[in-house]
């Protein structure tokens, strides 16, 4: 069984690694992640954003949908959930630069 603390770093990092290790730590500054427990699965979100100067206030404005202040989507984002019980990790959702 993982600790919390654990699995959020899990979800995270396979978040981070989905969207790109090397586009994250080039916009790094203009990201965020979150992490919620549901059971027995912790829930993960990474987004980012490379547009100047964004908003990084974050809001959910739906049970599932992450936005910046003005409204406006992540342009890229991850979700992805680990069980805790065997490590194991499933992505969801990811929209990655068309680049990479």
């Given amino acids: 069984m993982l600790a919390a ?3 959020k770093k ?26 919620g427990e549901n059971d027995g699965w912790m829930n993960c979100f990474v987004g980012v954003s490379d547009l100047p100067d964004p908003s990084l206030n974050c809001k959910l404005s739906e049970m599932s949908s992450y936005t910046l202040t003005d409204g406006n989507s992540w342009p890229y984002y991850a979700f992805c959930d680990v069980d ?11 929209k990655r630069p068309e680049a990479l």
């Fill in 5 to 7: 603390d654990e699995a």
């Fill in 10 to 35: 899990i979800g995270i990092r396979t978040c981070i690694e989905a969207i790109g290790r090397s586009f994250y730590e080039e916009h790094g500054d203009n990201s965020v992640y979150s992490y």
């Fill in 84 to 94: 805790m019980e065997s490590g194991r990790t499933v992505l969801g959702e990811v």
